[in-house]
């Protein structure tokens, strides 16, 4: 059994939700699971003393949010030390052109390397639109932003483009990637053993 940390920052709740997907699975396959809602979050203490990190967040306008941009900093001690995966969630990666998934992924590369971080995986997930979240600018962007994108989305205001057993797929592969690391301690003594 190892421990994972899957934290996440979610705006209208598609991350969370896929955060939570992938806390359950790993729980399933018998991993000890913490997770940390980055926005909400009243304490991080111990965060750090785990195997392996997944970090979740989404796009709104282009950037992720700053509340994970500071948590990426101020775990990038264990984030270097750990395999680690980046699960950037987008419209964009739902979108049929890769012109605009390879822009996203662009994106998520400049996030990571601007915060020292470089994780084993970025895997992009398609997000959701859920109007009822959202109130009329916000509503009127994101249809915007699906049309300029070639996204599709149903009249009814809720399209969620999330493939979960993709995503289910992720977490065995990155279980499996974790696997094969040799661990490494966190601090400098045991680290010169
Ligand atoms: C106001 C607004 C701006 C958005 N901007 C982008 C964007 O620039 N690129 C993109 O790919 N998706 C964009 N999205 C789509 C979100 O990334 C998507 O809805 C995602 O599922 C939101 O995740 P969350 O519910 O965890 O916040 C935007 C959504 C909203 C509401």
């Given at each position: 059994m190892l421990r994972y940390l899957v934290a996440y920052a979610s705006r209208e709740g598609q991350t969370e939700k896929v955060a939570h997907h992938v806390a359950r699975r790993l729980e399933d396959d018998g991993q000890l699971v913490r997770l940390i809602d980055i926005k909400t979050h009243e304490t991080e203490a111990g965060a750090d003393d785990c195997d392996a990190m997944l970090i979740a967040g989404s796009i709104h306008l282009g950037q992720f949010d700053t509340d994970l941009a500071d948590f990426v900093m101020r775990h990038g001690e264990a984030l270097r030390r750990c395999p680690s995966a980046f699960l950037p969630v987008s419209l964009s990666a739902a979108s049929h052109e890769q012109s605009e998934r390879n822009a996203v992924d662009e994106i998520a590369r400049r996030f990571v390397a601007e915060?020292?971080?470089?994780?084993?995986?970025?895997?992009?997930?398609?997000?959701?639109?859920?109007?009822?979240?959202?109130?009329?600018?916000?509503?009127?962007?994101?249809?915007?932003?699906?049309?300029?994108?070639?996204?599709?989305?149903?009249?009814?205001?809720?399209?969620?483009?999330?493939?979960?057993?993709?995503?289910?797929?992720?977490?065995?592969?990155?279980?499996?990637?974790?696997?094969?690391?040799?661990?490494r301690s966190s601090t400098p003594a045991d680290s010169s053993v």
């Open positions: 915060h020292g971080w470089a994780p084993d995986v970025i895997y992009h997930v398609a997000g959701a639109i859920h109007d009822r979240e959202l109130n009329y600018v916000e509503r009127t962007v994101l249809h915007a932003i699906a049309e300029m994108k070639d996204v599709e989305r149903d009249s009814s205001g809720n399209t969620e483009f999330t493939d979960w057993s993709a995503l289910d797929e992720f977490v065995r592969s990155f279980e499996a990637l974790v696997q094969s690391k040799p661990r």
